[in-house]
């Protein structure tokens, strides 16, 4: 009963991801700021990893369905919501430069999943994982891309808490700041669990970790009162964007 019910949380972690989408892709379209239009390519992709899941749960899995979800949620799950901090920390040049390497390794890594061969006889009818694939090697390439994107989301973030910390008239966004880095933590716990077998332990981590990402946004973003606006606005390296 309880892991019917696990197994079914990537229907509700795609529409709350869903929700996300529309706010940021409003805020992309009024500021067309580089951070954000990786940060809405990354919540697209990840709706899209656990749209798939919520189709493996409910229809079955195959063989295309398997390897569209690693390609989506095990290599671009995180990475655009990284790429888009690299664009709020580092001059435009110098985010271009790690945009063009770390692309270049996800979209390779990508191409190598659809053209591995495959293990038929490994496939779970009910839940996906990366043991069909019969270049292995790729999926050593997963954790560094997942590290790279964890680097800059989660540092990032805990970058801007801390500074944020100092005045008080900027607490709320320390908290938000706290609240994304919390939220992309979860999901590489749970993508850990799901390298050891239990994928239930990736849905969980994907719908809180999009939980606090979301809830943390919003709260950073939040209008700010007369009397916060008096307080020096310090550049944040993970949410300023937002």
């Not at 972690?13 to 379209?29: E, G």
């Not at 493996?56 to 369905?65: D, F, K, R, S």
């Not at 973030?157 to 700041?177: D, M, N, P, W």
């Amino acid at each position: 009963m309880l892991l019917d019910i696990l197994h079914h949380i990537p229907i509700l972690t795609t529409l709350v991801a869903a929700a996300f989408l529309v706010v940021l892709w409003k805020k992309y379209t009024r500021r067309r700021d580089p951070s954000l239009l990786w940060w809405t390519i990354g919540v697209f992709t990840y709706a899209v990893g656990t749209a798939l899941e919520s189709v493996i749960t409910v229809g079955g899995n195959t063989l295309a369905l398997n390897k569209a979800w690693y390609i989506a949620g095990a290599l671009w799950g995180g990475y655009p919501l990284g790429q888009g901090t690299v664009y709020l920390m580092y001059r435009r040049a110098t985010a271009n430069k790690l945009t063009a390497v770390s692309l270049t390794v996800v979209v390779g890594a990508s191409i190598a999943v659809l053209l591995s061969p495959v293990h038929a006889q490994v496939l779970n009818p009910a839940k996906p994982g990366g043991d069909i694939l019969a270049w292995q090697w790729v999926r050593y390439l997963t954790p560094f891309v997942n590290t790279y994107a964890a680097l800059f989301l989660i540092g990032g973030a805990i970058l801007s808490a801390v500074r944020f910390l100092k005045q008080r008239e900027t607490l709320y966004r320390a908290r938000g700041a706290g609240l994304i880095a919390i939220g992309g933590l979860l999901p590489g716990i749970g993508g850990s669990m799901a390298k050891a077998g239990v994928v239930e332990g990736l849905y969980v981590g994907e719908f809180f970790g999009i939980l606090c990402i979301f809830a943390g946004t919003v709260y950073y973003s939040r209008r700010r009162k007369p009397a916060e606006e008096k307080a020096p606005d310090a550049e944040p390296a993970a949410a300023e964007g937002m």
